[in-house]
């Protein structure tokens, strides 16, 4: 029988394996023909060589991960090991590129290679497009972008929108004013800024519109430049709308357009204009297209499964 053994250096054994070695349990389930064994500082796995040579692989890729993010759960293990090549995982110069130092400390990176190609493709393109379904951190690495070119001035401003689409419920029975009706809709970017701007200066930076967070119909007659403009949940706009912001694009502008083509919320028989946009600036010159898929999800394990799910009904129907 055939023997591996890795000695961790530099790295902490009580965090790399996780709490009562639950991540050395996860490999094992992973690897099961190898038997694997964690003590001290030394992993040791024993058998068939070529097993032992994927796990080596593997393994080294879990470090590389750990040394780059200082943490390792469930879901880096699940995705790192169900990636098909460590070349779909492989740590690249720009993987380690920290993207926004953010409340109390955290390092905002690209964690996927996915979002890796997102902040490739935002440094060679003006108008990119991060489509992909739920979880895969489309809206978060976006806001990240957007505050990362603020702070290096390459912007004076960041806007934030939304096509203010009912998913399954009717704003205009919300209780209050306009702004009190759209500010839960658009929560998910508030909670992506207050992760990596401190909040008196967020409030700051709202107050002086340095930072503007509105609806889609707001959009409509502006020129937007100078500015790094996001636009979430780009799937439930129409037409009429995709075409209206892309064309607000102004001087020193940065576009990012992201979306979920499986989620739509428009009524029946009306076109996503993220769908037809997709088709329609397919190939057109300085535009860039990423396809995110669930090895990036970053969400809870059964999110991945949940849409690996639901797109097993959707190829059989």
Known sequence: M??????????????????????????????????????????????????????DKRLTMLLRHFADYNKLDENDIDRILQS???????????????????????????????QRKMVELTKKYDMVFAIGPAGTGKTYTAVALAIKALKEKQVRRIILTRPAVEAGENL????GDLKEKLDPYMQPLYDALRDMIPF??????IEKGVIQIAPMAFM???????????????????????????????????????????????????????????????????VGMVYLDDKDVMRHKLVKRVIAAYKDIETRN
Do not use: C, W
């Not at 205009?172 to 209780?175: E, N, R």
């Not at 008196?200 to 930076?205: A, D, G, M, T």
């Not at 799937?235 to 912001?245: D, E, G, R, Y």
């Open 172 to 175: 205009g029975f919300l209780p």
């Open 220 to 286: 409509r007659g502006r020129t937007l430049d100078n500015a790094f403009v996001i636009l979430d949940e780009a799937q439930n706009t129409t037409h009429a709308q995709m075409k209206m912001f892309l064309t607000r694009m102004g001087n020193n502008a940065k576009f990012m357009i992201t979306g979920d083509p499986s989620q739509i919320d428009l009524p029946r028989r009306m076109i996503s204009g993220l769908k037809e946009i997709m088709i329609i600036l397919k190939n057109v010159e300085g």
């Open 2 to 55: 055939n023997e591996l053994i890795i000695e961790l250096v530099e790295i902490s054994p009580r965090e790399f394996f996780g709490l009562q070695n639950s991540n050395i349990d996860l490999l094992k389930k992973y690897f099961p023909k190898l038997k694997i064994v964690a003590r001290g500082s030394k992993i040791k796995a024993y058998g068939d060589e070529d097993i032992l040579e994927e796990f």
């Open 84 to 114: 098909e090549s460590s070349a779909d995982y492989e740590t690249s110069a720009s993987s380690g590129e920290v993207l926004v130092h953010g409340v109390s400390g955290k390092l905002i990176k690209a964690q996927t290679a996915n």
């Open 200 to 205: 008196e200066k967020l409030e700051s930076f």
